[in-house]
T-cell receptor, first 111, second 116 residues
């Protein structure tokens, strides 16, 4: 079945440093979504990417969808303590009808 | 507040018991999803319903079952509970499902189940 792998599993940075998490799917995706889960909270939708090579920005967050629609990345510029949490990607395979979540990347920040 | 409600917030029970978790989706959302999240683990998809019908199944054990009622609320039933079933159970809802359109998922606050 479809698998979505996310790396790294954990990332610790100093406040102000950049952060990137990568998502790779075993199958071609129709779209990919990103979610953030704060410690003790529930996942919250961040964005959805649909087009090959698509790049979307939300303030300091940059999301990319690969040309082959099998990988994606989330890059945070100049991290702040409010960025702490676990970031999940979730991919919808072409022809499939369910989102498959990656294992998430847990970001911790040293102020 | 996502608009998705889950009850109860916490549940403590013993091995071998049966529990029911309840979820009310956002107003207007027809799709309901159930996920299990163990400590420091990712989201394990269990099952999805759309407008009362089961649409997709994930890694859901035979001891677990779910349904979506005509008023669109959903219940997840967990039986013959084992220690390893202790986890956070999330419900999420979306307007549509699959490729039908907007499938952004809104998550509820979760039910924390502890099996002793």
């Amino acid at each position: 079945g479809q698998q979505v792998m996310q790396i790294p599993q954990y990332q610790h940075v100093q406040e102000g440093e950049d952060f990137t998490t990568y998502c790779n799917s075993s199958t071609t995706l129709s779209n990919i979504q990103w979610y953030k889960q704060r410690p003790g909270g529930h996942p919250v939708f961040l964005i959805q990417l649909v087009k090959s090579g698509e790049v979307k920005k939300q303030k300091r967050l940059t999301f990319q969808f690969g040309e082959a629609k099998k990988n994606s990345s989330l890059h945070i510029t100049a991290t702040q303590t409010t960025d702490v949490g676990t970031y999940f990607c979730a991919g919808l395979s072409q022809g499939a009808q369910k989102l498959v979540f990656g294992q998430g990347t847990r970001l911790t920040i040293n102020p | 507040d996502s608009g998705v409600t889950q009850t109860p917030k916490h549940l403590i029970t013993a091995t071998g018991q049966r529990v029911t978790l309840r979820c009310s989706p956002r107003s207007g959302d027809l799709s309901v999803y159930w996920y299990q999240q163990s400590l420091d683990q990712g989201l394990q998809f269990l099952i999805q319903y759309y407008n009362g019908e089961e649409r997709a199944k994930g890694n859901i054990l035979e001891r677990f079952s779910a349904q979506q009622f005509p008023d669109l609320h959903s219940e997840l039933n967990l039986s013959s509970l084992e220690l390893g079933d202790s986890a956070l159970y999330f419900c999420a809802s979306s307007v549509a499902w699959g490729l039908a359109g907007n499938n952004e998922q809104f998550f509820g606050p979760g039910t924390r189940l502890t099996v002793l």
